[in-house]
């Protein structure tokens, strides 16, 4: 079975500031790594996946995610934070067809991102 | 437009009651999935269906129902014997479970309270 946790259920950051959003996973089997944003009262929209190739995942709005397999780590991170990166962020990992899981995605807790003038 | 449209956006369940969520995809995905989200939890898979007529229990299943009769339409049926029914339900799908296609795209969601 897999897992995810997300280490930071809140962080408070400035405006303009680094952040980095923990995600760590455990399986058996190799995994896709998902990055969701989701905003008040709304679903959830795609960041940032890694399915294969290259560690360095860029994705949407500025946001970026490494991928280490050797600390079951997939950590998102953004150099320079908005008002609007304010939303809450989930980790989630699936794995591959071969393992006949009906491609479901196993979410983390979710990280509340405050972004603070 | 292309997407994923659930309704009602609110809904309230008096007690003994069911109740039905509406999901309805037009991107012509295969796989669709139903999802709970309670504070703090992230989100919970109820049920899922990778084809028509065809749907497996998540790992909430109890006390909910589905059907998928069409393949644009996965709807949602909280039972009466859901005793804690409250909580934002997300509604997803994506082509199919094969390889890097599988990318689940999301709803707005429905936010059931109990009277």
């Known amino acids: 079975a897999q897992s995810v946790t997300q280490l930071d259920s809140q962080v408070p950051v400035f405006e303009e500031a680094p952040v980095e959003l923990r995600c760590n996973y455990s399986?058996?089997?190799?995994?896709?790594l998902f990055w969701y944003v989701q905003y008040p009262n709304q679903g959830l929209q795609l960041l940032l996946k890694y399915l294969s190739g290259s560690t360095l995942v860029k994705g949407i709005n500025g946001f970026e995610a490494e991928f280490n397999k050797s600390q079951t780590s997939f950590h998102l991170r953004k150099p320079s934070v908005h008002i609007s990166d304010t939303a809450e962020y989930f980790c989630?990992?699936?794995?591959?067809?071969?393992?006949?899981?009906?491609?479901?995605?196993?979410f983390g807790q979710g990280t509340e991102l405050s972004v603070k003038p | 437009d292309g997407g994923i449209t659930q309704s009602p956006k609110y809904l309230f369940r008096k007690e003994g009651q069911n109740v039905t969520l509406s999901c309805e995809q037009n991107?012509?995905?295969?796989?669709m999935y139903w999802y709970r989200q309670d504070p703090g939890q992230g989100l919970r898979l109820i049920y899922y269906?990778?084809?028509?007529?065809?749907?497996q229990k998540g790992d909430i299943a109890e006390g909910y129902s589905v059907s998928r009769e069409k393949k644009e339409s996965f709807p949602l049926t909280v039972t009466s014997a859901q005793k804690n029914p409250t909580a934002f339900y997300l509604c997803?799908?994506?082509?199919?479970?094969?390889?890097?296609?599988?990318?689940?795209?999301f709803g707005a969601g429905t936010r059931l309270s109990v009277l």
């Open positions: 989630a990992v699936s794995v591959p067809p071969a393992y006949n899981q009906g491609g479901k995605l196993i």
């Open positions: 399986s058996s089997v190799s995994v896709y």
């Open positions: 997803a799908s994506s082509f199919n479970q094969q390889g890097p296609k599988n990318i689940q795209y």
């Open positions: 991107l012509n995905h295969d796989a």
């Open positions: 269906s990778q084809i028509v007529n065809d749907f």
